[in-house]
Structure formats: C-alpha cells, structure tokens
C-alpha cells in the first residue's frame, strides 16, 4: 500500500501555465504583473480592502507588529496555543508577551480570560497590551468579535493571525459573511508548502487602511523611495512576494472553493466517523464555518500524550502520517518567562492531539485506511 501523507499541496496544469507565463515575461523576482494581480484578487475573494503580498506569514505578522507601533517593552497579547511564529513577530520587535490560553469549545484564545486580566492591570496600574493577536487555530474561527470590542475599550490595535484559516468565515452573528483576517486592524496568511492553497512559500497583509496599506508595501520593499540614487528613508524588510510565486498564488486562488470544499467533506467523513467513540473531533461551532486546516483530534483523556505518541507509531507502521500539535508557547524554551493567563488547555491540546491526513486530493479509499486504523487502535486500546 502506498504511504498516505499528512498535507500535500494539489498543483496542476493552470499552476505550471501561470507560472510559466512569469518565467517568460522575464520578471521573475519582487517585480511583475502577477504580484499586483495576486493582491487585486485576493482582497477581493476576503472582502479587505487592501492586500500586500510578502514572502512569508511570518513576514506579513512582523509588518503589522511594526505597524502597530510595537517598541522594545511593549506588551502583546498572543493566543498561547499556536505555532511559534504567532509569537516570533512580537519578539522580532522586541516586545514582551501575554500568552493566553485557549477555550475548551474553539481551542482559541479565551477572550473572556483576556478580559479579567486586562481589567485586573488596569485596576493596578500594569502595563496593558499595545496589540492583541488572535490567531484562527487550524482553520478555526476564533472569538474576533468579542476580542474587537475588548480592544476598543482598552485602545488596544487588533492583528488577526489567518494563517491556517484562509476561508474560514461565519454564518451568523455581528461578523456574519466576513471572512477571517479582515476584522481586526490588520490580517495575515500564510501560503506555505502544506496550506490549504500555497505560493511555495508566501503569505499576504490585509487592511482596510490605505495609509497602513501603503506603509506594508513601503516596508516590504526595503522602505525604498522613488529616487534616482538608492534612497531608503527607513530600515525596511526584503519582504516581497516575488512574481514566480505570485503566479502560481493566483492559479490557486481560482481554485481555492474547491480546496476548502474538500477540507470540510473530508471533516465531515472523520466526524461521522469517529462519531460516538472516545476520540475527541475538531471544533464545530455554530455560526462559524471552519476549513479544517488540518484535521485535528484528540486522543481519549487519561493517557495523554502516551497515548497519543502510540497512536502516532501504529499509523506510521501501515504508512499513514500523522503529527502532533503544537507546545503551547508557555513550554518553549525561549519563552518560558513570559506572562501566561491560564494554560492548562492548551498543555491539553497538546498533549492530545494528533493531525491526521486531510490532503484535498485525499481518496475516500485512502480517508477510509485512516479511520479504520485509527479506530482499530482505539479497540486495542480499550476504547
């Protein structure tokens, strides 16, 4: 039987056509005409009305930090359970943290956590966050519309972390229709390899500011002006999107619909199964409709992360991939000493979570190998 993997991306015909055509065209770096076409459509299928593309996630998070005005010593308060780079834009500015934990229902960040402990530093006279980034964990969205009416109390600048989400939106309630990364005052994406669409490597700014639009393409171009001389007004960033990668971002995006389609049917093929067992399935909120990144369980509780390594183990013994999710931040090394409001949840997440094969071209043949095999272990395993 041939090796089932975790996340691949689905590339074709129109891919290599764009990409191609940019080769051709001879502007094969930050230059061309697929850059700016990429950013036209793609604020128009998030409904921002700004976009600018940069050579990474991380990069288009760093911008925002940057443009939130975050100096050495400021504080910025950042969902706790996360990939570390939700964390690295902060720390590049040189900014100290408030990890937050999660919500049991959505494994985002606990808004209401977030809350009692602004007000505690407020009543205290602490240091209170000059950012809040809320990141949409694994294509989930997360709490925005509270964390916005949070930060206009405190006046605090809001970035959503999209990186895993782009799709996702919701279907009821104040931000009904808006898709995630254009409510805060800032967004960010992420087109990496195993994305639910991907440019290689790449990512995209949003804003509905033009002012703050216009200043994340200063600054992703090395804050160069228009001069004649090599003028720089600014330290900027190499943090352009270049045009090979763009065009292969717009044949993506036509197909984006599909791509997250796919996602929820496979979601829906592991929910109904794993249905009634003591696996734990992703989050399904109403009002919210997620695109399941990656699709994400947990393993029964008591055992943790023994029982999720063997699980792990047993599935990479018939050749289906698998990973585990992520260390809260609170366990990394580097930010041990970092302020935390909570954690347990997110130690939880981790502990138990395993990732399991969601490629969109992922067969039903192949999606129906995993789940027998997850739930033969789960009978040997007294479950």
């Given amino acids: 039987m041939s090796r089932i993997p975790l996340a691949i991306p689905n590339i074709g015909a129109r ?29 128009e299928y998030v409904g921002a009305k700004y976009a600018v ?40 500015q040189f900014a100290e943290l408030l990890l937050v934990d999660s919500r049991e229902d959505s494994w985002c960040m606990d808004v209401d956590k977030l ?4 007000v505690r530093r407020r009543g205290a006279g602490e240091k209170l966050p000059k950012a809040i980034e809320i990141v949409h964990i694994l294509g989930q969205p997360a709490d925005t519309a509270a964390v916005m009416e949070l930060a206009g109390e405190f006046g605090i600048i809001v970035i959503e972390d999209a990186a895993e989400a782009l799709g996702a939106t919701w279907t009821s309630g104040p931000l009904k229709g808006r898709h995630v990364g254009t409510v805060g005052h800032m967004g960010a994406y992420s087109f990496n390899g195993n994305k639910i669409m991907t440019t290689g490597g790449g990512g995209m700014f949003t804003t509905d500011n033009e002012d703050l639009a216009i200043r994340a393409k200063h600054l992703s171009t090395q804050a160069r002006t228009p001069d004649r001389g090599y003028l720089h007004d600014e330290i900027g960033f190499n943090y352009r999107l ?142």
Avoid at 332 to 345: C, T
């Fill in 15 to 43: 891919e290599a056509e764009l990409m191609n055509e940019a080769i051709s065209s001879g502007f094969v770096s930050s230059v061309g005409r697929f850059v700016n076409e990429f950013e036209t459509r793609f604020a």
């Fill in 115 to 118: 809350r009692t402990e602004l």
């Fill in 242 to 383: 270049t045009n090979i990668a763009a065009a292969l971002g717009v044949a993506q995006l036509e197909r984006l619909d599909g791509f997250v389609a796919a996602k929820r049917e496979i979601a829906m093929r592991y929910n109904e199964a794993f249905a009634g067992t003591a696996i734990q399935t992703p989050p399904t909120l109403p009002g919210q409709e997620s695109t399941y990144w990656l699709y994400s369980i947990q393993v029964p509780a008591g055992r943790g992360t023994e029982a999720r390594d063997e699980l792990q183990d047993f599935l990479a013994a018939v050749d289906i991939e698998s990973r585990s999710l992520w260390r809260p931040l609170h366990m990394q090394p580097p930010l041990k000493d970092e302020a935390l409001i909570g954690g347990s949840v997110g130690e939880d997440l981790f502990h138990r979570g395993l990732s399991l094969p969601c490629s969109t071209e992922l067969t039903a043949v192949e999606q129906k190998r995993v789940i027998d095999r997850v739930l033969e272990w789960l009978q040997l395993n007294g479950g």
């Fill in 53 to 92: 593309a940069c050579s990474s996630g991380t990069a288009a998070l760093h911008i925002a930090m940057r443009l939130a005005g975050v100096q050495p010593g400021d504080l910025v308060a950042v969902s706790d359970f996360t990939f570390m780079a939700s964390s690295n834009a902060a720390s590049y």
